[in-house]
């Protein structure tokens, strides 16, 4: 069948008539959204059908059209489809008449729906419905596709049937197979009475048809139990290619789940980590005396001006009181440290030591300096047994401030511990802040993880968390158990050959029986008869294998071309049950590709289809038109022009409305590439809505059409 | 080649069949030289195939097999 012309005619946006002449090759139909295309496709689609359904919808009338109607006018809905089948030229058409009331209201009348067939000047008109002849509604699911969802025809139920009987090298099989059947209990019949006569051999055809029984029992059972097998490994496939989109969200799930939960985990650790109690550590463990260095440093800066004072004025007494000792030491011009100072500790250790700990010079046992803190010791400790001063009297009665200032002594000797509470207090700070940093990091983490999560649950068609991981548990387990039916169907299948033997030889031992007796002719036919639905029965099962193969060899072949520059794999294709098949990607170690990427996806579908199409011409049948809307949304543009460069080249017509080959113009009106059109080698048309329209009225639109090349 | 034709082959091409009646299969190119045959069950194949006529009605099954019925049994020699 090659479409010579599609004529439509006040079908929705196409206003008045319209024409697209079309070639056996490609053409393409271009426009962007809302400029008609998917009517275009609908158009035809409501052309073909023949079921009598969704005729005169109102909803199919030009807005437009309609809207200008004055009362009592009419006008005609109408697509026309001419076209070349088996050297006829003929015309499908589907018509109806709208006409306006005088209250506004548009009614319909005068369906129409005929079949012409023009021969010569003949013109013979006949039942639209009798399209079905030329294509039949079964057919149609392979050349009729809207977006890339249609492409898997191979999943609708007796896909595989309806391709066996259309193209397959013999068709009708079945009705013979049938008749085999029939044909095989009349023959037994006939042999089983003919040998009731055979007295001699009773026994033994009795034990022989014993065993057949058996073995065809058993034949029985074995083929329920593959079929029961095949059932069930298809269904864990299906339940598998079910959550097989899923799958990888559900792996993501459980990784993002996994470093929530290790997150949550740091967190609680680093969180228990913390210890922020510090009104209990500022008496249990003295923190309170954190602040006690500046207060000694406060009480040591006024001790000493306070010493200084008391000195000086002693000194001054001294010198006054004319005592010698004190004139020296006046004379020596400064005011020397009171006896006490550093204390008798540290002056030791000085001296053990051999070392000045305020200056921190060398001081070896009987130099100079070591000598002066001997005997500053020395004067420390007679300080402490009297008054070096006899014989004057003190100028303070009282050694109130000497008290005050040893107080000052061992306050400082103090200090050294108070500095390690100091640096406990910092430490223990500085950990809780780093503890509380890493706590910020990780709920931070957190967060990024928590938003993943959200990320992946939306996009995955509803799924909820426990589906997704529910599936993802099933998922080793269904392929157990399909791998569990698979292995038995195998060896069932081994089984069923060791059996199929024992039945042939025991049919061939109860026709030998018959030999010598009447019986024998019966038997001898009922064996042949046998032997030949065998024949039928095995040719059919090759008859389909060979179609598969040559389905799958020219798929691979249309594979190679259309994916030139990308990843190809093989298409593989498989019967299924309900007369279903499948067609899937494998990569080259056999292992099958469960989720290529939609382009990928449409790309070996459409071999597939290519692949049909081409076997139906090789082989005589109907040659059949491809109409496509919108099936390369999910490619880019280098893979658009490479796809359509290849569907140019292919000696088939193929019709496809997209809106590829637009881009946007300068103004942001979208304009036809024509660098791009004009690699193509095929018929283009444009469809574009007429300008100007009213955007808030449909009855302004209307689709126009311009042929490009 | 018709249809027929590629469905007589097909069956023919059965391995098992050959080696059981000894037949070349390459010699029966066509459904008329099939069922003018010698040999009984390429004879019987053909004419099932040509009187069937890939009809599922049980007339036409009767028919054919009582055909194929007496042309065997008329002819198959023991």
């Given at each position: 069948?090659?479409?010579?012309?599609?004529?439509?005619?006040?079908?929705?946006?196409?206003?008045?008539?319209?024409?697209?002449?079309?070639?056996?090759?490609?053409?393409?139909?271009?426009?962007?959204?809302?400029?008609?295309?998917?009517?275009?496709?609908?158009?035809?689609?409501?052309?073909?059908?023949?079921?009598?359904?969704?005729?005169?919808?109102?909803?199919?009338?030009?807005?437009?059209?309609?809207?200008?109607?004055?009362?009592?006018?009419?006008?005609?809905?109408?697509?026309?489809?001419?076209?070349?089948?088996?050297?006829?030229?003929?015309?499908?058409?589907?018509?109806?008449?709208?006409?306006?009331?005088?209250?506004?209201?548009?009614?319909?009348?005068?369906?129409?729906?005929?079949?012409?067939?023009?021969?010569?000047?003949?013109?013979?008109?006949?039942?639209?419905?009798?399209?079905?002849?030329?294509?039949?509604?079964?057919?149609?699911?392979?050349?009729?596709?809207?977006?890339?969802?249609?492409?898997?025809?191979?999943?609708?139920?007796?896909?595989?049937?309806?391709?066996?009987?259309?193209?397959?090298?013999?068709?009708?099989?079945?009705?013979?197979?049938?008749?085999?059947?029939?044909?095989?209990?009349?023959?037994?019949?006939?042999?089983?009475?003919?040998?009731?006569?055979?007295?001699?051999?009773?026994?033994?055809?009795?034990?022989?048809?014993?065993?057949?029984?058996?073995?065809?029992?058993?034949?029985?059972?074995?083929?329920?139990?593959?079929?029961?097998?095949?059932?069930?490994?298809?269904?864990?496939?299906?339940?598998?290619?079910?959550?097989?989109?899923?799958?990888?969200?559900?792996?993501?799930?459980?990784?993002?789940?996994?470093?929530?939960?290790?997150?949550?985990?740091?967190?609680?650790?680093?969180?228990?980590?913390?210890?922020?109690?510090?009104?209990?550590?500022?008496?249990?463990?003295?923190?309170?005396?954190?602040?006690?260095?500046?207060?000694?440093?406060?009480?040591?800066?006024?001790?000493?001006?306070?010493?200084?004072?008391?000195?000086?004025?002693?000194?001054?007494?001294?010198?006054?009181?004319?005592?010698?000792?004190?004139?020296?030491?006046?004379?020596?011009?400064?005011?020397?440290?009171?006896?006490?100072?550093?204390?008798?500790?540290?002056?030791?250790?000085?001296?053990?030591?051999?070392?000045?700990?305020?200056?921190?010079?060398?001081?070896?046992?009987?130099?100079?300096?070591?000598?002066?803190?001997?005997?500053?010791?020395?004067?420390?400790?007679?300080?402490?047994?009297?008054?070096?001063?006899?014989?004057?009297?003190?100028?303070?009665?009282?050694?109130?401030?000497?008290?005050?200032?040893?107080?000052?002594?061992?306050?400082?000797?103090?200090?050294?511990?108070?500095?390690?509470?100091?640096?406990?207090?910092?430490?223990?700070?500085?950990?809780?802040?780093?503890?509380?940093?890493?706590?910020?990091?990780?709920?931070?983490?957190?967060?990024?993880?928590?938003?993943?999560?959200?990320?992946?649950?939306a996009q995955t068609d509803g799924l909820t968390e426990e589906q997704l991981l529910a599936n993802y548990e099933n998922i080793s387990n269904w392929m157990d158990k399909k791998n569990r039916a698979e292995n038995r169907i195998d060896m069932l299948k081994r089984q069923r050959e060791q059996h199929r033997a024992n039945l042939e030889e025991a049919q061939l031992a109860l026709s030998k029986t018959s030999e010598g007796t009447a019986a024998a002719m019966y038997a001898r036919t009922a064996l042949i008869i046998q032997q030949i639905a065998n024949a039928f029965s095995n040719a059919k099962e090759e008859n389909k294998k060979r179609l598969l193969s040559a389905i799958e060899d020219k798929s691979n072949e249309f594979m190679e071309k259309l994916n030139t520059n990308d990843f190809k794999g093989t298409i593989r294709i498989i019967e299924k049950q309900n007369g279903q098949g499948e067609a899937f990607l494998m990569n080259n170690d056999s292992v099958r590709i469960f989720n290529p990427n939609t382009a990928l996806k449409t790309t070996y579908l459409m071999s597939v289809l290519f692949a049909i199409g081409k076997l139906s011409s090789e082989r005589d049948n109907t040659v059949l038109p491809l109409i496509f809307d919108a099936p390369t949304s999910s490619f880019t543009d280098a893979k658009e022009n490479e796809?359509?460069?290849?569907?140019?080249?292919?000696?088939?017509?193929?019709?496809?409305?997209?809106?590829?080959?637009?881009?946007?113009?300068?103004?942001?009106?979208?304009?036809?590439?024509?660098?791009?059109?004009?690699?193509?080698?095929?018929?283009?048309?444009?469809?574009?809505?007429?300008?100007?329209?009213?955007?808030?009225?449909?009855?302004?639109?209307?689709?126009?059409?311009?042929?490009?090349? | 080649?018709?249809?027929?034709?590629?469905?007589?082959?097909?069956?023919?091409?059965?391995?098992?069949?050959?080696?059981?009646?000894?037949?070349?299969?390459?010699?029966?190119?066509?459904?008329?030289?099939?069922?003018?045959?010698?040999?009984?069950?390429?004879?019987?194949?053909?004419?099932?195939?040509?009187?069937?006529?890939?009809?599922?009605?049980?007339?036409?099954?009767?028919?054919?097999?009582?055909?194929?019925?007496?042309?065997?049994?008329?002819?198959?020699?023991?």
């Amino acid at each position: 069948m090659i479409i010579k012309k599609i004529e439509l005619q006040n079908f929705r946006s196409y206003y008045r008539d319209n024409t697209f002449d079309l070639t056996d090759r490609l053409n393409l139909i271009i426009g962007s959204n809302g400029d008609g295309k998917t009517t275009f496709y609908e158009a035809i689609y409501w052309l073909f059908r023949t079921d009598g359904t969704n005729k005169m919808d109102t909803k199919l009338i030009s807005k437009k059209r309609s809207e200008e109607l004055m009362p009592s006018e009419s006008d005609d809905v109408r697509v026309a489809m001419s076209y070349e089948h088996k050297g006829k030229l003929k015309t499908l058409e589907k018509s109806f008449r709208f006409t306006k009331s005088f209250d506004g209201e548009i009614g319909t009348s005068n369906y129409t729906f005929s079949l012409v067939e023009t021969n010569g000047i003949e013109r013979i008109v006949k039942d639209g419905v009798l399209f079905d002849k030329d294509l039949s509604p079964e057919m149609r699911k392979f050349i009729m596709f809207k977006g890339e969802t249609d492409l898997d025809v191979l999943q609708n139920t007796n896909a595989m049937k309806l391709l066996i009987d259309s193209f397959s090298d013999v068709r009708d099989f079945d009705a013979y197979f049938d008749f085999m059947q029939y044909a095989l209990d009349l023959a037994e019949k006939a042999r089983d009475n003919a040998q009731k006569l055979d007295r001699k051999n009773a026994d033994k055809i009795k034990q022989l048809k014993r065993t057949i029984e058996q073995e065809k029992g058993l034949l029985s059972d074995i083929d329920r139990e593959i079929k029961d097998k095949e059932n069930e490994a298809v269904n864990f496939e299906g339940l598998l290619k079910n959550i097989e989109k899923s799958q990888e969200a559900s792996k993501l799930l459980i990784a993002v789940n996994r470093r929530i939960e290790n997150f949550q985990n740091k967190r609680i650790e680093a969180i228990s980590r913390i210890k922020e109690e510090y009104t209990k550590y500022l008496l249990d463990d003295m923190w309170i005396l954190m602040g006690f260095g500046d207060v000694a440093d406060e009480y040591a800066t006024k001790i000493n001006f306070l010493m200084h004072e008391r000195r000086r004025q002693e000194n001054q007494y001294l010198v006054t009181a004319g005592v010698e000792k004190a004139i020296k030491a006046a004379e020596r011009g400064f005011t020397s440290l009171p006896a006490h100072i550093p204390g008798q500790k540290i002056m030791e250790d000085m001296l053990k030591q051999e070392k000045c700990f305020f200056c921190g010079q060398d001081a070896k046992k009987g130099s100079d300096a070591w000598s002066f803190m001997h005997d500053r010791l020395e004067e420390y400790k007679a300080s402490l047994e009297g008054n070096a001063n006899e014989g004057i009297d003190p100028y303070y009665s009282n050694n109130y401030i000497d008290e005050i200032q040893k107080r000052d002594t061992i306050l400082n000797d103090n200090l050294a511990d108070i500095t390690k509470i100091r640096r406990v207090i910092k430490e223990s700070i500085n950990f809780n802040n780093r503890l509380h940093d890493d706590v910020k990091k990780i709920e931070a983490n957190l967060e990024i993880e928590f938003e993943r999560k959200k990320r992946i649950l939306a996009q995955t068609d509803g799924l909820t968390e426990e589906q997704l991981l529910a599936n993802y548990e099933n998922i080793s387990n269904w392929m157990d158990k399909k791998n569990r039916a698979e292995n038995r169907i195998d060896m069932l299948k081994r089984q069923r050959e060791q059996h199929r033997a024992n039945l042939e030889e025991a049919q061939l031992a109860l026709s030998k029986t018959s030999e010598g007796t009447a019986a024998a002719m019966y038997a001898r036919t009922a064996l042949i008869i046998q032997q030949i639905a065998n024949a039928f029965s095995n040719a059919k099962e090759e008859n389909k294998k060979r179609l598969l193969s040559a389905i799958e060899d020219k798929s691979n072949e249309f594979m190679e071309k259309l994916n030139t520059n990308d990843f190809k794999g093989t298409i593989r294709i498989i019967e299924k049950q309900n007369g279903q098949g499948e067609a899937f990607l494998m990569n080259n170690d056999s292992v099958r590709i469960f989720n290529p990427n939609t382009a990928l996806k449409t790309t070996y579908l459409m071999s597939v289809l290519f692949a049909i199409g081409k076997l139906s011409s090789e082989r005589d049948n109907t040659v059949l038109p491809l109409i496509f809307d919108a099936p390369t949304s999910s490619f880019t543009d280098a893979k658009e022009n490479e796809f359509f460069n290849v569907i140019s080249k292919l000696e088939k017509q193929v019709i496809i409305v997209t809106k590829s080959f637009l881009r946007d113009g300068n103004n942001g009106e979208v304009i036809l590439d024509s660098n791009r059109v004009n690699k193509i080698n095929g018929c283009v048309y444009q469809i574009e809505k007429k300008r100007p329209f009213d955007d808030k009225k449909l009855g302004t639109i209307q689709t126009v059409i311009s042929r490009i090349k | 080649m018709t249809n027929k034709e590629r469905m007589l082959h097909m069956v023919l091409d059965d391995k098992k069949l050959q080696e059981l009646y000894d037949y070349d299969k390459s010699e029966y190119e066509d459904l008329y030289t099939a069922m003018n045959s010698d040999n009984v069950v390429v004879a019987a194949v053909a004419r099932i195939i040509k009187y069937l006529d890939g009809s599922t009605d049980v007339g036409d099954q009767k028919k054919t097999y009582m055909t194929v019925f007496n042309y065997i049994n008329d002819n198959y020699m023991l």
